[in-house]
């Protein structure tokens, strides 16, 4: 008769041992009882090595074989080097503006509630859901000298479009969702108890504020800040309209890089593509290493 | 960065009330909802507002006119068929990449994490760029492509690999975290009763993580049809060939033909709109529910 429990000396296949077998098992080795581990994992490596590991490791290959001296004539020169200030500076700019405005709105959304909170809360992920080159043109049009906001600046000699400050509006659009999403479930679970206590030990309102409330804000604002950053950095179709393109003075990386792609310098046009994905690596580890830091203290 | 911005439905919950001893002052709540709305509208707002009004500027024909013309027509035909292939290679990667995080335990899933996240930090130029590398006439399989008469680069596989690279880490996003709460104890107990792996997966896991799964594909399929630098890098501007919406919406608009250019990209603005829309169905049905 069979023997239901499988005692005998032959290894128990699956399907055939009962699950208390299996689970002494499996609580010994490494495995799980779940299925599908090597399926998964392997296609997840396989999707990732082909699509993504394969293709950038053949930026940094072609860099390799630039040589130092060329690597550095590529990446040096003064047009490259304007459009890397503009770019990090841009960047950088508009990610403190995000960080300072996207902790109002959202202490706004958290805390006070207003008619349309709910709508002015789902609009925020706007920049999210907009094609960058929708958003192009929808800026440029807005800030040319004759655009719904830039008549009115006109008169005062302010120019947005096609200058360093229409890069900056740009930048600052495309990042805002950043800083407001990051801060808003941080503010949500910040237990009242701690701020009923500064009270009665007699903080005013502003003091609870800057030293009880801002510090536990802190990692998730930066962690929206380095988010913001490094989504400016990269950002290609929201600034191209209006920035203008002028070589040394309002051309971002990414244009330079495909402006190098149709001279066929691709050599040139990888080495500035490296250094923009160094930077690129060195912000996600941060942003990692912020995230850990904000878990420490939160449940995100 | 799997968590870091709380899209998924579930981290947002409702406005809850606020002690009195935390209430800010009247004057202060006035001036802070004041500052944050008017920042919204300054540039949310207003650019949304902008591409419906120029879209319209020259009237309802015009823009009719536009959006059926053949080179607009054949860009929106290329769109979808994009999407229709990104989409769902997208999806079999996330449910298999979340299935692999969240289910087992493995040394380097940090990494692995790290690297689902990366297209978020690459630029979408550089995106296109590598593939130009790979398959371009100077790449690595340039010649091999060339002498066997297959374009990649420059035509709609090029296309296609380019918007994947840059929308996969959508479904991924949503379904790790949510399955990693949802731990593995229905699993174990399908798999005990007597469950191989894809009726487990089907009838077991698949309905709890539908809403996650949705979202996410609402999320891949708004940002695919609106990718544009990495598809601008790799497609060549072939009119009526290899352009897609984003990318005509740019020939339109350089050929100072604005009110064309705002119609097509009204239909994407639409579908943003419509992706919001659908986010926040979502997320409101949680947050009932939850």
């Known amino acids: ?300 | 960065m799997a968590s870091a911005i709380a899209t998924t439905p579930s981290a947002r919950p409702a406005l809850a009330p606020t002690p009195r001893a935390n209430r800010d002052p009247a004057w202060a709540r006035g001036l802070l909802t004041a500052v944050a709305l008017a920042f919204l509208a300054c540039f949310l707002v207003l650019p949304i507002v902008a591409v419906f009004a120029q879209a319209l500027a020259k009237g309802g024909a015009y823009f009719l006119a536009a959006v059926r013309e053949p080179d607009a027509l054949a860009a929106i035909r290329l769109t979808l068929l994009t999407v229709a292939i990104v989409v769902p290679a997208n999806v079999v990667f996330g449910v298999a990449a979340a299935w692999a995080i969240s289910k087992f335990k493995f040394t380097g899933k940090s990494l692995l994490t790290t690297l689902i996240d990366l297209p978020f930090a690459v630029s979408p130029v550089i995106s296109g760029l590598v593939y130009v590398l790979v398959f371009g006439a100077q790449g690595w399989f340039g010649p091999w492509l060339i002498a066997h008469n297959v374009r990649v680069i420059f035509a709609v596989p090029g296309i296609v690999l380019a918007t994947t690279f840059v929308t996969f880490p959508f479904v991924a996003r949503e379904l790790i975290p949510l399955m990693q709460a949802q731990g593995t104890d229905e699993e174990y107990s399908a798999v005990t009763l007597g469950a191989n792996g894809w009726q487990t997966f089907w009838r077991v896991t698949l309905p709890n993580i539908r809403w996650g799964l949705f979202y996410g594909v609402i999320l891949c399929n708004a940002r695919a049809m609106g990718e544009f630098g990495a598809v601008s890098v790799v497609s060549g501007h072939i009119r009526g060939e290899t352009n897609t919406m984003p990318l005509h919406v740019e020939i339109l608009y350089n050929e100072y033909n604005i009110a064309g250019a705002f119609a097509v990209a009204s239909l994407l603005a639409l579908l943003a709109l419509a992706t919001l829309v659908v986010k926040s169905a979502i997320e409101w049905r949680q947050t009932g529910s939850a």
């Open chain 1, 1 to 300: 008769m069979h023997d239901p429990m499988n005692l005998s000396a032959q290894r128990p296949r699956r399907g055939t041992t009962p699950p208390s077998f299996r689970t002494m098992s499996s609580a010994r080795s490494s495995r799980s009882i779940l299925p599908g581990f090597g399926l998964s994992l392997g296609f997840t490596l396989a999707y990732l090595g082909l699509i993504v590991l394969v293709p950038l490791s053949a930026a940094f290959l072609k860099t390799a074989g630039m040589g130092l001296h060329d690597f550095v004539a590529a990446v040096a020169s003064p047009r490259v080097v304007a459009a890397y200030k503009l770019s990090f500076g841009a960047s950088l700019a508009a990610g403190f503006v995000n960080m300072v405005f996207g902790l109002v709105v959202a202490w706004v959304l958290v805390r006070y509630s207003f008619p349309g909170r709910k709508l002015v809360d789902a609009l925020v992920d706007l920049p999210f859901a907009l094609p960058t080159a929708v958003a192009g043109i929808a800026l440029t049009s807005l800030y040319s000298t004759n655009g719904w906001v830039g008549r009115w600046l006109a008169p005062y000699g302010i120019r947005v479009a096609f200058t360093w400050t229409g890069v900056f509006v740009a930048l600052t659009f495309i990042g805002l969702p950043f800083v407001v999403r990051t801060v808003q479930p941080v503010l949500q679970e910040l237990e009242p108890d701690i701020e009923e206590a500064a009270s009665t030990l007699g903080a005013n309102r502003l003091q609870t504020i800057v030293r009880i409330l801002l510090p536990q804000l802190l990692p998730s604002l930066l962690t929206g800040f380095a988010l913001a950053f490094a989504r400016a950095l990269g950002e290609y179709g929201s600034v191209v309209f209006i920035s203008g393109n002028m070589p040394m003075k309002t051309e971002i990386v990414p244009l330079l890089i495909i402006t190098k792609l149709e001279q066929y310098d691709y050599r040139g046009a990888t080495a500035i593509a490296v250094v923009m994905l160094v930077s690129s690596f060195v912000l996600l580890l941060l942003i990692n290493l912020l995230q850990k830091w904000s878990r420490r203290y939160h449940a995100i």
